[in-house]
């Protein structure tokens, strides 16, 4: 089983201290990290310090980067963004957040330049999604292009994935995979999945990249309301624990299409707070580290950050707050990715709750206009928007976020 170990405390605090200005952080931010942290056990996964796959490790150049532009520094643009380099995919899941979206693909020379950009734009944490990112041809080329300042991370089903590409992935820089699996039962898997095989592809991927040296290996769930409250989930991540992944990445159902309008589909608060505890119990037990991602985007840690520090751009070039929210304010091929996100950030800002969760009956309400909402209704949605308080975290550091005069999208 490889597990990776857990990492030793003088290794964790070498890491950190070797950071550039590590030392230099505002006390109140080193803090929060530290009781942040110890939610999770660090792990050393050959050589590298993990807390869990939505930071880089601790030794890395991205958590450098981390450091010197988002915890010390002022940086206004993005920390976070997932780039989806294809969507060709073999499944069709039911809550695909993808359903609606279409156009003529982007070209490899263009979703370089994106990657490029959005790392001079301050992100250190870079997402490969898709559709089915391995349908990509020139994927290692992007890797590679990601991988020089930030931690790359590839969601996957699986498919089609060989040893040699894997090893090939992993060298071009890939630091984290998350495979696609939402059940341990075979049937429930593939029927959400609307794919015949889902299952055993996702399985044998698993053992692919488990066998690439030097990977963080994960598993991406999508669970549903009903998984939630019957217990099923932790059953199912005894299951994981059974396949020897290193992290268990959770998400609910959101609310990204048409189908999950429904109050009766979504998770309440109380769903949410349930999973948080569940995590922080399994995660003072030995074995897979469980992060569930409405524990980092939740009140009590760095609350919902979606178009401001979390960016998404489509396989058409569609730039959105992130893959849960079908909405665009512009086009790559159209305008400067800067420009884009520069307009995005004057109507967003952190949060202490999901922004899709919160307003999708605005999205509802105009999607006879099509999904994703095009640049003017999307602005519409930002006028009506709720935005609550903002999470721990940019509540302790990041006031001027919250405070400073803010005008709608694209106004200038």
Request: proline share 5%; aromatic share 8%.
């Amino acid at each position: 089983m490889k597990t990776g170990r857990p990492a030793r405390s003088s290794e964790v605090l070498k890491a950190v201290l070797g950071q550039p200005g590590a030392l230099r952080m505002r006390p109140a931010v080193g803090l929060f990290f530290l009781r942040y942290m110890r939610k999770f056990r660090v792990r050393n996964i050959d050589g590298s310090i993990i807390v869990h796959s939505h930071l880089p490790p601790l030794d890395s150049a991205a958590y450098g980067r981390f450091i010197r532009d988002h915890l010390r520094g002022r940086t206004d643009g993005p920390s976070h963004a997932q780039v989806a380099v294809t969507n060709a995919c073999p499944q069709s899941c039911a809550f695909c957040y993808n359903r609606d979206r279409a156009g003529r693909p982007l070209d490899t020379a263009v979703l370089l330049r994106i990657v490029r950009e959005l790392r001079e734009a301050g992100v250190f944490w870079l997402g490969l999604t898709g559709g089915e990112p391995l349908l990509q041809k020139d994927l290692v080329r992007i890797v590679e292009a990601g991988a020089d300042g930030c931690a790359v991370k590839l969601f996957t089903t699986g498919t089609g994935i060989t040893a040699d590409r894997a090893r090939d992935l992993r060298r071009a820089g890939l630091f984290s995979v998350s495979v696609s699996l939402d059940s341990s039962d075979e049937a429930v898997h593939d029927a959400g999945r609307g794919f015949r095989g889902a299952f055993r592809e996702a399985l044998r991927a698993i053992d692919v990249f488990l066998a690439t040296p030097g990977l963080d290996v994960g598993v991406s769930a999508v669970l549903s309301r009903e998984m939630i409250r019957n217990g099923e989930t932790e059953r199912f991540l005894e299951f994981l624990g059974g396949l020897g992944v290193h992290e268990a990445w959770l998400s609910e159902v959101k609310p990204a299409s048409a189908p999950f309008w429904n109050e009766d589909r979504l998770i309440t608060e109380n769903d949410r707070l349930a999973l948080t505890r569940l995590q922080d119990r399994s995660n003072r037990r030995s074995g897979l580290t469980v992060n569930y991602l409405g524990h980092f985007e939740g009140r009590e840690n760095f609350g919902c950050t979606a178009g401001c520090k979390m960016v998404y751009v489509d396989a058409f070039g569609e730039v959105s707050p992130c893959v849960f929210t079908p909405m665009t304010f512009g086009n790559v091929r159209e305008r400067p990715l800067g420009e884009i996100l520069a307009g995005m950030r004057r109507g967003f800002r952190p949060s202490e709750s999901c922004f899709i969760r919160g307003n999708y009956r605005l999205l509802e309400k105009r999607a006879s206009r099509g999904l994703p909402l095009d640049r003017a209704a999307s602005d519409e949605v930002v006028a009506e928007a709720r935005f609550g308080p903002a999470g721990k975290y940019f509540r302790r550091y990041e006031k001027p976020l919250e405070s400073r005069e803010r005008s709608l999208p694209h106004a200038n």
